[in-house]
């Protein structure tokens, strides 16, 4: 059964500060997706990774993809507090077959 | 504007009552899920449809039922049976998997859904 990882489950930190978030999953798959939602509102699709080596950047987000190690990674460089919201991470096992992880709710304080 | 439509935005239902939340896409997307997402949750499939006429049963299907009979169209039904309906409802929609290269989904702005 394919299980998909993200950790921290929480993070809480600074304005300025960067760190990273962690998604691992236990099968092969070369497509994965990074979406962001906001408190009661719906998924906003952030990145589109389709290939072992994949990197895409936005603003102050960045996303890869090493397929050979089943992992992503989402790295939030000098947090703001516009980036608070809950980030998913989500397998495509082909098939329309879509499996997400539990998510990250991040916090950015002043 | 392309999009995809969910209604209502707050559903209250009475324990024993079938309620029936509505999605539409002008994507022009061959395919639509519906996600049930509780509290502090990650998302879980209900049931997926690849085309018109067709759906296929997700990890969480039962109590449910959906209907595909237009393109454009993915309605879900929560029926009695299913006994712990609360939650958060999350219809998607994506091009479709003839052929494309990746699944991206689109989402809804969701049903949330109130047991009385």
């Known amino acids: 059964e394919l299980k998909v990882e993200q950790n921290p489950l929480f993070l809480s930190m600074q304005e300025g500060k960067n760190y990273t978030i962690y998604c691992n999953y236990s099968t092969t798959s070369d497509r994965l997706y990074w979406y962001r939602q906001d408190p009661g509102k719906s998924l906003e699709s952030l990145f589109v990774?389709?290939?072992?080596?994949a990197v895409k950047q936005e603003g102050r987000l960045m996303a890869s993809l090493d397929t050979k190690a089943r992992l992503s990674t989402l790295h939030i460089t000098a947090a703001v507090h516009d980036l608070s919201a809950t980030y998913f991470c989500?397998?495509?096992?082909?098939?329309?077959?879509?499996?997400f992880g539990a998510g990250t709710r991040l916090t950015v304080k002043p | 504007d392309g999009g995809i439509t969910q209604s209502p935005k707050y559903l209250f239902r009475k324990e024993g009552q079938n309620v029936t939340l509505s999605c539409e896409q002008n994507l022009n997307h061959d395919a639509m899920y519906w996600y049930r997402q509780d509290p502090g949750q990650g998302l879980r499939l209900i049931y997926y449809s690849q085309i018109v006429n067709d759906f296929q049963k997700g990890d969480i299907a039962e109590g449910y039922s959906v209907s595909r009979e237009k393109k454009e169209s993915f309605p879900l039904t929560v029926t009695s049976a299913q006994k712990n309906p609360t939650a958060f409802y999350l219809c998607a929609s994506s091009i479709g998997s003839g052929g494309w290269s990746y699944n991206e989904q689109f989402f809804g702005p969701g049903t949330r859904l109130t047991v009385l």
């Open positions: 990774l389709l290939s072992n080596g």
């Open positions: 989500a397998v495509d096992m082909g098939s329309n077959d879509m499996r």
